[in-house]
Nanobody, 119 residues
Framework: QVQLVESGGGLVQAGGSLRLSCAAS????????MGWYRQAPGKQRELVAD???????NYADSVKGRFTISRDNAKNTVYLQMNSLEPEDTAVYYC?????????????WGQGTQVTVSS
């Protein structure tokens, strides 16, 4: 059984910062890509940022220069540092990881953490 547990969401004023964390646990053989997605009310879930095992990163245009994704492979954890937050960043943020338990990589999701940015 594999679990992704997120933490770090909350309420912040525009211009503020938050740091999200997501730790994977369970019968993990290896973790490939890890990432963060978000879903605002009435909108589709969208990619925020992702990172490969060797540290290559990819960001949505809307967060470039404000958000930074990183990971600690020894801890099976991915982070999202969010600076200069805007009301438009308000959403439920979901952690995602492609994890090999046996031979086949499987896509796992966290339960989501709410981020609310007030104007």
């Amino acid at each position: 059984q594999v679990q992704l547990v997120e933490s770090g969401g909350g309420l912040v004023q525009a211009g503020g910062s938050l740091r999200l964390s997501c730790a994977a646990s369970g019968s993990i053989f290896s973790i490939n890509a890890m990432g963060w997605y978000r879903q605002a009310p009435g909108k589709q879930r969208e990619l925020v940022a992702d990172i490969t095992r060797i540290g290559s990163t990819n960001y949505a245009d809307s967060v470039k220069g404000r958000f930074t994704i990183s990971r600690d492979n020894a801890k099976n954890t991915v982070y999202l540092q969010m600076n200069s937050l805007e009301p438009e960043d308000t959403a439920v943020y979901y952690c995602n990881a492609v994890i090999r338990v046996m031979a086949t990589p499987i896509n796992y999701w966290g339960q989501g953490t709410q981020v609310t940015v007030s104007s």
